[in-house]
């Protein structure tokens, strides 16, 4: 927080009173002391930073008035909470005053059984400081490994400003929406109302589900990393998410931003694939760099938070080509990572449909509930007979030609509504129970037509929805 003559923001004042009689008696107004450290653990996903910070305050036996204001900040007063690191034994919280003429300022009572020096922790939400993540992803000239560099970016807008602060960045999911949520409701005439004891306790709660444990203990934060020393990024696992603890002391002003490096990795290796999948990329044959955040990738110390990737290419004349910009979900260590480059003009991609036809006719016989397939006693004399169902047989061939000068991996996922029978000799599977997989690699300079042959059970005839691949040869 910062002090000077014409801002008292979220400032704390130490009233030191020469007996334990009221405030309009003689008082002795401290010095406002700085803090001696800061640490914010930012939730990124729900607008909310834990701030814990430590002071030298020095108390008067009796009864001392501590003064906390939290004027044009986001700071949530239901929140904040006063903890003695020292003399604990001989220091007390005696009551908190919520003034009604000055609503965002508190009073704490604090009896002191001795004259001397305390070290306190404040802790308290608030909003208004947030972070993202954003990578450079660089792929040899031949597209076979990448640079991949992590980086976070650190904005407050929170009305404060902290210095020397060590940071915390959440990635993950966290359980203490509900518990913030039910404290951010409560008003301050509902504080007021509340029992000390309720109060301290939902609080309690709240501090224990949002405070981890710290790569470093606030008393060890000293002047911060050597300034000829890149930042690090220290990582820790906690079950449910993790926390990136910036390595040293960052100051955060107001209104600014700053950007950190994550993590670097190198030779990362990926592959290139071309895939069809019209529920996921439209109508189109696109080209994918496919990678894996996991240690065989020299990758997978931490999960990746949400983030945008910029992709680019060595062209190997010393400088680089730009090939998209995409914005990446939460990637769990072990889970994969896929950029989508966009249609390549040097592979084209058609779906030709070669012949149709119909057989398995079934007739329905005289209006009544009773079908006969054509070809069984008695089908092709009846008088009333119509039409009920057949199986309709379509033959594709999904033509790929490769210009790109080297072979390339075509993967084609598309769906068919209804029952069908898939034939194809390549060896589909199935993506869900509507929709077929199939592989095939086409080589540089060529041209290849994967035939398949789709039949569909209509009408009367027809069966469950989904589709049963065999593996057969088809031609055209």
Same mark, same amino acid.
């Given at each position: 927080?910062?002090?000077?003559?014409?801002?008292?923001?979220?400032?704390?004042?130490?009233?030191?009173?020469?007996?334990?009689?009221?405030?309009?008696?003689?008082?002795?107004?401290?010095?406002?002391?700085?803090?001696?450290?800061?640490?914010?653990?930012?939730?990124?996903?729900?607008?909310?930073?834990?701030?814990?910070?430590?002071?030298?305050?020095?108390?008067?036996?009796?009864?001392?008035?501590?003064?906390?204001?939290?004027?044009?900040?986001?700071?949530?007063?239901?929140?904040?909470?006063?903890?003695?690191?020292?003399?604990?034994?001989?220091?007390?919280?005696?009551?908190?005053?919520?003034?009604?003429?000055?609503?965002?300022?508190?009073?704490?009572?604090?009896?002191?059984?001795?004259?001397?020096?305390?070290?306190?922790?404040?802790?308290?939400?608030?909003?208004?400081?947030?972070?993202?993540?954003?990578?450079?992803?660089?792929?040899?000239?031949?597209?076979?490994?990448?640079?991949?560099?992590?980086?976070?970016?650190?904005?407050?807008?929170?009305?404060?400003?902290?210095?020397?602060?060590?940071?915390?960045?959440?990635?993950?999911?966290?359980?203490?929406?509900?518990?913030?949520?039910?404290?951010?409701?409560?008003?301050?005439?509902?504080?007021?109302?509340?029992?000390?004891?309720?109060?301290?306790?939902?609080?309690?709660?709240?501090?224990?589900?949002?405070?981890?444990?710290?790569?470093?203990?606030?008393?060890?934060?000293?002047? $911060? @990393? &050597?300034?000829?020393?890149?930042?690090?990024? %220290? /990582?820790?696992?906690? *079950?449910?998410?993790? #926390?990136?603890?910036?390595?040293?002391?960052?100051?955060?002003?107001?209104?600014?931003?700053?950007?950190?490096?994550?993590?670097?990795?190198?030779?990362?290796?990926?592959?290139?694939?071309?895939?069809?999948?019209?529920?996921?990329?439209?109508?189109?044959?696109?080209?994918?760099?496919?990678?894996?955040?996991?240690?065989?990738?020299?990758?997978?110390?931490?999960?990746?938070?949400?983030?945008?990737?910029?992709?680019?290419?060595?062209?190997?004349?010393?400088?680089?080509?730009?090939?998209?910009?995409?914005?990446?979900?939460?990637?769990?260590?072990?889970?994969?990572?896929?950029?989508?480059? $966009? @249609? &390549?003009?040097?592979?084209?991609?058609?779906? %030709? /449909?070669?012949?149709? *036809?119909?057989?398995? #006719?079934?007739?329905?016989?005289?209006?009544?509930?009773?079908?006969?397939?054509?070809?069984?006693?008695?089908?092709?004399?009846?008088?009333?007979?119509?039409?009920?169902?057949?199986?309709?047989?379509?033959?594709?061939?999904?033509?790929?030609?490769?210009?790109?000068?080297?072979?390339?991996?075509?993967?084609?996922?598309?769906?068919?509504?209804?029952?069908?029978?898939?034939?194809?000799?390549?060896?589909?599977?199935?993506?869900?129970?509507?929709?077929?997989?199939?592989?095939?690699?086409?080589?540089?300079?060529?041209?290849?037509?994967?035939?398949?042959?789709?039949?569909?059970?209509?009408?009367?005839?027809?069966?469950?929805?989904?589709?049963?691949?065999?593996?057969?040869?088809?031609?055209?």
């Amino acid at each position: 927080m910062k002090y000077h003559q014409t801002s008292f923001v979220a400032s704390i004042c130490l009233v030191l009173l020469c007996g334990a009689t009221a405030r309009a008696r003689n008082v002795d107004l401290s010095t406002v002391p700085k803090r001696a450290t800061v640490q914010l653990t930012i939730y990124n996903s729900e607008d909310l930073t834990l701030v814990r910070e430590t002071r030298s305050l020095t108390f008067k036996k009796g009864l001392n008035p501590l003064q906390f204001s939290w004027a044009n900040t986001l700071i949530d007063p239901t929140s904040v909470e006063l903890k003695f690191l020292s003399n604990a034994d001989k220091l007390s919280v005696v009551d908190t005053t919520f003034p009604h003429d000055k609503p965002q300022m508190l009073y704490w009572n604090v009896q002191s059984d001795v004259d001397g020096e305390a070290r306190v922790e404040i802790t308290y939400f608030t909003s208004g400081i947030t972070w993202s993540a954003d990578y450079a992803a660089i792929a040899d000239k031949d597209e076979k490994s990448m640079s991949l560099d992590g980086f976070v970016r650190v904005t407050n807008n929170s009305g404060e400003e902290y210095e020397n602060a060590q940071v915390r960045l959440v990635v993950g999911t966290i359980n203490l929406v509900e518990k913030i949520a039910q404290l951010a409701r409560i008003s301050t005439n509902d504080v007021l109302r509340m029992a000390e004891r309720d109060r301290g306790e939902l609080r309690t709660r709240a501090l224990k589900d949002a405070v981890a444990p710290a790569s470093h203990p606030m008393g060890a934060m000293g002047g $911060g @990393a &050597d300034a000829a020393k890149e930042k690090e990024i %220290i /990582k820790e696992g906690l *079950s449910e998410y993790f #926390i990136y603890t910036i390595e040293g002391t960052e100051t955060i002003n107001n209104g600014w931003s700053k950007r950190m490096r994550s993590f670097e990795g190198k030779a990362v290796p990926f592959k290139v694939q071309y895939r069809y999948r019209p529920a996921e990329y439209g109508d189109q044959l696109v080209r994918m760099y496919l990678l894996t955040n996991d240690k065989e990738s020299k990758l997978g110390s931490t999960p990746l938070p949400d983030g945008t990737v910029r992709v680019f290419r060595d062209n190997g004349r010393g400088g680089l080509s730009y090939l998209t910009s995409q914005s990446v979900k939460y990637i769990p260590i072990g889970d994969k990572i896929e950029l989508n480059l $966009g @249609a &390549d003009p040097n592979v084209l991609f058609d779906l %030709i /449909k070669l012949r149709s *036809s119909r057989d398995e #006719i079934w007739m329905q016989v005289n209006g009544a509930n009773v079908f006969r397939r054509v070809g069984q006693p008695g089908a092709n004399v009846e008088v009333n007979a119509t039409v009920a169902g057949w199986d309709a047989h379509e033959a594709y061939a999904q033509r790929v030609r490769n210009y790109t000068g080297k072979p390339i991996e075509v993967e084609v996922r598309r769906s068919w509504p209804g029952h069908v029978v898939m034939r194809s000799g390549l060896k589909p599977r199935l993506h869900d129970f509507q929709t077929p997989q199939f592989t095939a690699t086409v080589d540089a300079g060529k041209k290849a037509d994967l035939l398949f042959e789709i039949v569909r059970h209509e009408g009367h005839n027809a069966k469950q929805n989904n589709v049963t691949l065999e593996d057969a040869e088809v031609r055209p």
